[in-house]
């Protein structure tokens, strides 16, 4: 069994995808060419935002929102504690700190109930500005945007959606991708919207902002290409890499979004009675993973170590709180990679639900082409290590 089928994605779109793939090599145009101007005019419309602009990956579009805002030393960034690297990683990049927030047991989002007190700890402390809270839609996920923004707007934060797992994922009637002053997605191929590479985008309604990204991800044009009126980056997206994005969007549109969903829904019915994820009332989740909870540490690797018995892939996502992340060991205001140096002021039990969460989650299979015995299989397979 796959953990997620792309090679069975590509045996279903081959056709359409051969002949893009081909049309873009024989252009002649291979990176930001006419494919590429095309897919972010209908992301753009898919997400319902005024600005798309495509990058090399889904960690230089967080890195392309933080040098638009001019986010640099001096400057806080609260990020949830339970994340990819990449979420914070962008931070110290551009010279600020990230500070840690703790996550809810059941989403798995940002806690907006810890920002505040995350945010006041900072204000007390003096040394930080607050600036930037980064929301990510993990696990496919929305992140509860009205909560967040009550909080950004009473300390004047800008809102960064990390959408990279969120892509597809809706509240009411908005999609991802739509919730931040800016978000970013990914397209790494295991993301909801992967391509057969690295890729990224940045969404904004904000044309300013728009415009400045446009350079930053061009060496800092001005002008023209050769007009450099900023210190930059290399960041854009192949066309190859679009005409694959275009093959996929359509798909995902028109009946992959549906389908996870349908496993999904699959997966929560055969293991009621376990902590399976919750979807809150008015969102829906485009799955980039299926994540189940467990009593405990030993009981998660008993359940792992069985499926792997069986064939069946599952992946810890994830094992370590990033102020656990010895890359964050310097980061003066957080718990150090030995576990040591809480800074004065601060509770001494940094982000207690994402700590727990790394020891107690299993992400199962799961992609818009898996069979729905394949799904029976799964659960099977925990109950019986269950047992
Ligand atoms: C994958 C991911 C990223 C980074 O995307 P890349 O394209 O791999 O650089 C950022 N944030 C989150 C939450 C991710 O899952």
């Known amino acids: 069994m796959e953990f997620r089928d792309l090679k069975k994605q590509y045996q279903v779109l081959r056709e359409e995808m051969d002949r893009a793939v081909l049309d873009a090599m024989a252009s002649g145009a291979y990176i930001m060419g006419p494919q590429v101007r095309e897919l972010e005019r209908q992301l753009a419309e898919y997400v319902g935002v005024k600005h798309c602009l495509?990058?090399?990956?889904?960690?230089?579009?967080?890195t392309l929102a933080l040098k638009a805002w001019g986010i640099g030393p001096g400057d806080a960034v609260f990020v949830p504690d339970f994340t990819f690297f990449s979420s914070a990683e962008?931070?110290?990049?551009?010279?600020?700190?990230?500070?840690?927030?703790d996550v809810c047991e059941e989403t798995f989002n940002i806690d907006a109930s810890d920002?505040?007190?995350?945010?006041?700890?900072?204000?007390?402390?003096g040394r930080l500005r607050p600036r930037v809270v980064v929301a990510v839609d993990l696990f496919g996920l929305p992140a509860d945007y009205q909560a967040v923004r009550t909080v950004a707007d009473r300390y004047g934060l800008l809102v960064l959606e990390d959408g990279a797992q969120g892509f597809g994922g809706t509240i009411g009637s908005k999609r991802a991708c739509s919730f931040g002053d800016i978000a970013t997605t990914s397209f790494f191929p295991a993301k909801p919207l992967g391509c057969y590479g690295d890729g990224g985008a940045v969404f904004t309604d904000n044309d300013e902002?728009?415009?400045?990204?446009a350079s930053y991800r061009v060496h800092g044009k001005g002008t023209f290409k050769y007009d450099n009126v900023r210190i930059g980056m290399n960041s854009r997206l192949d066309t190859v890499q679009a005409a694959v994005l275009q093959v996929k969007l359509k798909a995902f549109a028109d009946y992959e979004l549906d389908a996870v969903n349908e496993v999904a829904a699959r997966y929560t019915e055969l293991l009621q009675g376990l902590a399976t994820p919750v979807i809150p009332a008015g969102f829906r989740s485009s799955w980039a993973q299926y994540t189940v909870r467990f009593a405990s540490r030993e009981e998660r690797d008993a359940v792992q170590a069985a499926l792997k018995a069986e064939g069946i892939p599952a992946m810890v996502y994830y094992p370590?709180?990033?102020?656990?992340?010895?890359?964050?060991?310097?980061?003066?205001?957080?718990?150090?990679?030995?576990?040591?140096?809480?800074?004065?002021?601060?509770?001494?039990?940094?982000?207690?639900?994402?700590?727990?969460?790394?020891?107690r989650v299993l992400s199962l299979p799961m992609h818009p082409y898996m069979g729905l015995e394949e799904v029976e299989t799964v659960c099977n397979a925990i109950r019986s290590a269950l047992r």
């Open 90 to 101: 962008v931070v110290p990049l551009e010279g600020a700190e990230p500070v840690f927030v």
């Open 209 to 213: 902002w728009a415009e400045l990204i």
């Open 320 to 359: 370590k709180p990033l102020h656990r992340q010895t890359a964050f060991d310097k980061t003066p205001d957080q718990v150090g990679g030995d576990g040591k140096g809480v800074i004065p002021g601060s509770t001494g039990n940094l982000c207690p639900v994402a700590t727990s969460l790394c020891e």
């Open 115 to 125: 920002l505040e007190r995350a945010v006041q700890e900072v204000l007390a402390e």
């Open 54 to 62: 495509t990058c090399a990956n889904g960690t230089d579009a967080l």
